[in-house]
């Protein structure tokens, strides 16, 4: 047993000191059943050597990595459907602009008017509120000045308005902050000032292109004066947008009590029948639900611009109409964006 126990070590020391070591059994393929039969007889079977990959051709042979072939075939899938997700969203946003300017615009099925046989009493009422905007003329006149006087419209028609214009204003900041605001080659000055006119007729082609893939030579721009002005008094906007839409709720159910407009449930029903027979009061709705939408959207996309300490605050509130934007300019990292 002790010359068993020695002789692979005496083979083994038979290696040139300048070649790669051979592997060797000095054990034949019976030893197991020799030494079942008798431990006293030593093996006498000579070394020989294991057939073995020479060490050059180890070393010339080119080794295949699979797990990072796996890994870049994840990671194309993952591309792959991500890309498919931005088709199918893109194509989603311009059938909505399609259905939005046809059904709103164009086509006579919807509540009201269609811009070309619009009536005078609907160009009328759209002055008045336009008069009214965010409640300056009503508030002014209730205080003595009366440089103009405000037009007598009702409640709820004034505060539906100016909701909806309200909530426009504050998407003026998180548009000049957006992440992928570049990809859109025109003029957000121009977008945002047409926006707060005709609000989602130009907000839908805008998601719609920010899914672009990005152009590889194309840097984030410098803002304009009125990009800048946007984003460094986001806080302002934020609170004055806000105001807009809380006091926008407020007014439609208790505005003008001295008017005839009746209680909260006669407003109530009036604005169920202005919905369905004002072409303008009826693209609101649309305008709140797409804006309900757009809003987290966005939000989402940009969190990276939101203070450290309250990103988890905003990435919650987003999905909340109106506050989640609140929230997003108020606690907008004005540093990120200089």
């Known amino acids: 047993m002790a010359l068993l126990a020695t002789q692979p070590l005496l083979c083994q020391t038979n290696f040139s000191a300048f070649s790669r070591p051979t592997s060797f059994s000095c054990i034949p393929p019976s030893l197991s059943l020799s030494l079942s039969l008798s431990h006293s007889q030593p093996s006498l079977y000579p070394c020989k050597p294991w057939h073995t990959t020479p060490f050059s051709i180890l070393h010339s042979t080119p080794i295949v990595c699979r797990a990072s072939r796996r890994k870049s075939t994840a990671l194309s899938s993952t591309s792959e459907g991500s890309h498919r997700l931005r088709r199918v969203l893109q194509l989603a946003l311009w059938t909505a602009e399609a259905v939005y300017i046809l059904w709103l615009f164009l086509l006579p099925y919807a509540p009201g008017d269609p811009v070309w046989a619009i009536s005078s009493d609907t160009i009328n009422a759209l002055i008045g509120l336009s008069l009214n905007f ?9 205080v003595g000045i009366r440089l103009i006087d405000a037009p007598v419209l009702h409640p709820m028609s004034e505060g ?9 204003l504050m ?11 570049d990809r859109y080659k025109s003029s957000l000055d121009v977008l945002w000032g047409l926006q707060m006119f005709l609000t989602n007729t130009f907000l839908i082609p805008y998601m719609a292109i920010r899914l672009n893939e990005a152009d590889a030579e194309t840097r984030p721009g410098e803002l304009s004066p009125l990009g800048s002005a946007m984003t460094n008094g986001a806080a302002l906007v934020g ?9 926008s ?23 169920v029948s202005y919905l369905g027979s004002e072409r303008l009061a009826y693209a609101f709705i649309w305008d709140i639900c797409l804006y309900t939408i757009f809003q987290p959207w966005l939000i989402g996309e940009n969190l990276q611009n939101v203070e450290k300490n309250r990103v988890s605050v905003v990435s919650y509130l987003r999905f909340i109409p109106v506050v989640g934007l609140v929230a997003y300019l108020l606690f907008l990292d004005l540093e990120k964006e200089q």
Not at 160 to 168: A, E, H, R, S, Y
Not at 171 to 181: E, V
């Open 134 to 142: 965010f409640f300056i003329l009503p508030l002014t006149n209730a």
């Open 160 to 168: 539906l308005f100016n909701f909806v214009i309200g909530w426009t």
């Open 239 to 247: 609170i004055v947008g806000g105001a807009v839409c809380l006091f």
């Open 171 to 181: 998407f003026a900041p998180l548009l000049f902050s957006d992440c992928k605001r």
């Open 249 to 271: 709720a407020i007014w439609g159910l208790y505005g003008r009590m001295d008017g005839g407009f009746g209680n909260i449930t006669d407003r109530w029903q009036y604005l």
